[in-house]
């Protein structure tokens, strides 16, 4: 049991370490170029940088999905099943407001 | 919207040092300080500034759970179960910030700042813990190395429908107003849910990530956040909570706390001042 706690709190702050570091250098390049450089390369390295941010918890709670169902932890898989859920009803809520604007 | 110039991104990088050493310092996120400072110093539309401080709060959410994430002082368990609850709050706080006037929203962040000041001035340092390493702690407590005992404590978790309920109203202000929660949900879970503040602290900064996305999500969506001003004050809160997290072990809590409470009145004041 402790193991399998263990492997997961790993593979957890591993996903979010290289995600929080991917999406830093991004957002720090895209700032500099925003100021001294071009701004349409800025401009895609900054939402590279925002998007990066943003799936980094999502992309935590699926793996987290995967690691409850390779210990056959069912309940634990039906919890984080529905906050994955929640957070795509955030991102359908985006799109419907996006349109909504333009 | 003031128009996005170096000097404004610096000026939120400045702002995101000082918001994120001062979280860093008194374990919060941040975003209690760098909102009221982008939507009244800076006069930035609330949601742009709540959009801004949400992906802050994801940032450091997800740094500091990377530092954290050995010693299983961080609850996933628990986390993972109210983070149903926090994203549910928070999805609907971010579809109503669309529908709900901002002289509103800043009214709220008054009573919010002034509940935390009182929570901060009355806050219960109960510690929790349970000094047998191999005490039963239930299906959702824990157990971790604590330095102030040197070793191995356990904790059991009691009223789980409150923890569950304050997750829900965190989420729910969080995307309202742009910051984490965590304001709301460590005191709970460690003054009625039997948790030791470091294990709280620690299991709340994992879940705001979620939270902070869900709302920060349908800002991004409806074009309210600026990705450039974001960066600025991303990199410059990941640079002060580091700060804060170093210099705060040796600074005395109480002084601290003191400032805090003292700073907080000042943001709910000047917020009341704007809403009129």
């Not at chain 2, 409150?162 to 109203?169: C, M, P, Q």
């Amino acid at each position: 049991m402790t193991t399998a706690i263990d492997r997961l709190e790993r593979i957890v702050g591993r996903s979010l370490r290289i995600g929080v570091a991917t999406s830093s250098v991004a957002l720090a390049a895209g700032l500099l170029l925003a100021v001294f450089g071009d701004d349409r390369v800025a401009a895609v390295l900054l939402h590279a940088g925002v998007v990066i941010l943003l799936a980094t918890p999502v992309a935590r709670v699926l793996i987290s999905i995967v690691e409850y169902a390779r210990e056959r932890d069912w309940p634990f898989v039906a919890l984080t099943v529905i906050v994955l859920v929640e957070l795509m009803a955030s991102a359908v809520a985006a799109l419907f407001f996006n349109r909504q604007v333009k | 919207m003031p128009t996005v110039t170096p000097t404004l991104a610096g000026i939120i990088f400045v702002a995101g040092v000082f918001a994120g050493g001062l979280g860093g310092l008194l374990g919060l996120g941040g975003g209690i300080f760098l909102v009221p400072f982008l939507n009244l110093a800076l006069g930035l539309p609330f949601p742009a500034a709540a959009a801004i401080s949400l992906t802050t709060v994801i940032a450091t959410s997800s740094s500091v759970s990377a530092a954290r994430s050995k010693n299983q002082v961080i609850n996933l368990r628990l986390g993972m179960l109210l983070e149903v609850a926090t994203a549910a709050g928070s999805f609907l706080g971010g579809v109503t910030a669309q529908l709900v006037a901002t002289t509103t929203l800043q009214r709220l962040f008054g009573f919010a700042a002034i509940a935390v000041a009182m929570i901060t001035m009355v806050r219960l340092n109960r510690r929790n813990v349970i000094l047998d390493p191999t005490a039963d702690t239930g299906l959702l407590g824990g157990r971790f190395f604590e330095k102030e005992s040197r070793a191995v404590v356990s904790y059991r978790i009691k009223r789980l429908p409150l923890a569950l309920i304050a997750s829900f109203v965190a989420g729910n202000l969080s995307s309202l107003l742009g910051i984490g929660g965590g304001i709301i949900k460590v005191p709970v879970l460690n003054a009625w849910c039997g948790m030791p503040l470091r294990a709280a602290a620690a299991t709340s900064a994992f879940m705001i990530g979620v939270t902070a996305t869900a709302g920060a999500v349908i800002y991004y969506g409806h074009g309210q956040l600026v990705p450039v001003l974001a960066a600025a004050a991303v990199l410059g809160v990941q640079l002060g909570s580091w700060g804060g997290l170093h210099f705060g072990v040796h600074a005395p809590v109480k002084w601290l706390k003191v400032l805090m409470v003292v700073m907080l009145l000042v943001v709910a004041a000047m917020m009341f001042m704007k809403s009129q």
